[in-house]
């Protein structure tokens, strides 16, 4: 079996806990924040400028729930596969690069899904709940995009610190660099970058992007070593 094919043969188990994540927690931060001055836009580029530009104080709750739901669809898509025949395959033939690639790829893919299902929520709310006008500003297509490789950036650590430490650890970090990012929108700090209202020089945005790209390249490396070398991932 390839190992695309097995990874997401495994994920097919927990498709439901996957879907019930991806719309669950994107509803509750829209829910949470439809109170908030983004939603009283009139149109839908004016709530999705207001909502993904910049963390302020009428909507970091939802970017809370936003970044923490991200990071209960990385136990699932990502939880241990040892207990099943077909990864100690892979194991015992030392295939584990390949298996990894997999691994990493699914989560790009996860990843995308759930950012794009965020977008579709907070858009569906605006247009059928708040009556808003339906709009497309192509700097939408930037704020998809900053905010999928930064949400990966910090998937990417996850998976470096489950690999090299514990998967406690990994937790750990990543939720403390989310709630700081939610809540310090500041320069250094990594959630800032996919923030469109801040940085709001285009070079420093396409600066910032093939930094976390070549980031996300350097730490899927650093784990496809690492786990050569392991008994199981």
């Not at 997401?8 to 931060?29: A, E, N």
């Not at 406690?168 to 700081?180: C, G, M, P």
């Not at 070079?203 to 996300?216: D, G, K, P």
Request: charged share 10%; proline share 2%.
């Amino acid at each position: 079996m390839k190992p695309m094919h097995l990874e997401f043969t495994l994920i097919k188990m927990d498709v439901k806990r996957i879907v019930i994540t991806c719309l669950l927690f994107p509803l509750l931060g829209t829910l949470m924040s439809s109170w908030s001055e983004a939603f009283s836009s009139q149109c839908l580029s004016e709530l999705f400028s207001r909502l993904f530009g910049a963390v302020t104080i009428s909507n970091w709750m939802y970017w809370l729930m936003i970044c923490f739901g991200y990071v209960v669809l990385l136990q699932i898509v990502w939880k241990k596969r040892d207990k099943y025949f077909e990864h100690k395959l892979f194991i015992l033939l030392r295939d584990t690069t390949s298996y990894t690639m997999a691994r990493l790829l699914a989560g790009v893919l996860f990843t995308l899904v759930y950012v794009l299902s965020v977008f579709l929520i907070a858009g569906g709310f605006g247009l059928f709940v708040s009556h808003m006008a339906f709009s497309f500003d192509r700097s939408l297509v930037l704020m998809f995009v900053g905010i999928a490789v930064n949400l990966y950036w910090h998937a990417s650590v996850w998976m470096l610190l489950n690999v090299y430490a514990t998967h406690h650890l990994a937790n750990v970090v990543i939720l403390a660099l989310f709630f700081v990012g939610v809540k310090m929108p500041t320069p250094f700090i990594p959630l800032y970058y996919s923030m469109a209202d801040l940085v709001r020089s285009s070079s420093m945005f396409w600066s910032a992007l093939m930094v976390e790209l070549l980031s996300i390249v350097a730490f899927g490396y650093w784990t496809i070593k690492r786990v050569k070398n392991a008994d199981y991932m």
